[in-house]
Antibody, heavy 114, light 110 residues
Framework: EVQLVESGGGLVEPGGSLRLSCAASGFTFSSYGMNWVRQAPGKGLEWVSA?????SYADSVKGRFTISRDNAKNSLYLQMNSLRAADTAVYYC??????????WGQGTTVTVSS | QSVLTQPPSVSAAPGQKVTISCSGSSSNIGGNYLSWYQQLPGTAPKLLIYENNKRPSGIPDRFSGSKSGTSATLGITGLQTGDEADYYC???????????FGGGTKLTVL
């Protein structure tokens, strides 16, 4: 089955770190660019980061978050450091580029609170 | 404040047609492809339209997309109660070197 499954979310204190994972299956993972998109409670979608032949980040996370991938493990990662309350959100991984992200995971919830 | 501007809400009766606008600039919509996503309550977003006006397999032709200059429109005909959802536009922004979403539009089928 073609799918993306996120994991690694949880409760973390402000200033803490968390590493999200996204496991891909059913397709040739290495052939696709990948993204992280988040959604704060009751808010809209916010693009966070992408990786293809290069990496890119939203200004809100630049310098704090790092996107990476392991094609041998069909996995996408998001290392999140110096977490803030404003980073509280459901984090989705999504396949493709901004002209059409055609496969999304179910999301993993990150809560930053003391 | 989102880089792409959408109306917060739209509504129409079952069977009717509705359009949702998405306004941007030359650095995003004007210079790149646009995509549209549907997010039903409590679920992950789903791709509705890619590359401005193309529908993925499985998306009914009731959904259509168009783009002109720095604006785009999502059209939905034959509205059904199951279409009640939040709809988002998205594009790459060359000036920001980042992806951008619209703020989202809540569709109510009265």
């Amino acid at each position: 089955e073609v799918q993306l499954v996120e994991s690694g979310g949880g409760l973390v204190e402000p200033g803490g770190s968390l590493r999200l994972s996204c496991a891909a299956s059913g397709f040739t993972f290495s052939s696709y660019g990948m993204n992280w998109v988040r959604q704060a409670p009751g808010k809209g979608l916010e693009w966070v980061s992408a990786i293809s032949s290069y990496t890119s980040y939203a200004d809100s996370v630049k310098g704090r978050f790092t996107i990476s991938r392991d094609n041998a493990k069909n996995s996408l990662y998001l290392q999140m450091n110096s977490l803030r309350a404003a980073d509280t959100a459901v984090y989705y991984c999504a396949r493709g580029k901004l002209d059409g992200m055609d496969l999304w995971g179910q999301g993993t919830t990150v809560t930053v609170s003391s | 404040q989102s880089v792409l501007t959408q109306p917060p809400s739209v509504s129409a009766a079952p069977g009717q047609k509705v359009t949702i606008s998405c306004s941007g600039s030359s650095s995003n919509i004007g210079g790149n492809y646009l995509s549209w996503y549907q997010q039903l309550p409590g679920t992950a977003p789903k791709l509705l339209i890619y590359e401005n006006n193309k529908r993925p397999s499985g998306i009914p032709d009731r959904f259509s997309g168009s783009k002109s200059g720095t604006s785009a429109t999502l059209g939905i005909t034959g509205l059904q109660t199951g279409d009640e959802a939040d709809y988002y536009c998205a594009a790459w922004d060359n000036s920001l070197s980042a992806g951008v979403f619209g703020g989202g539009t809540k569709l109510t089928v009265l």
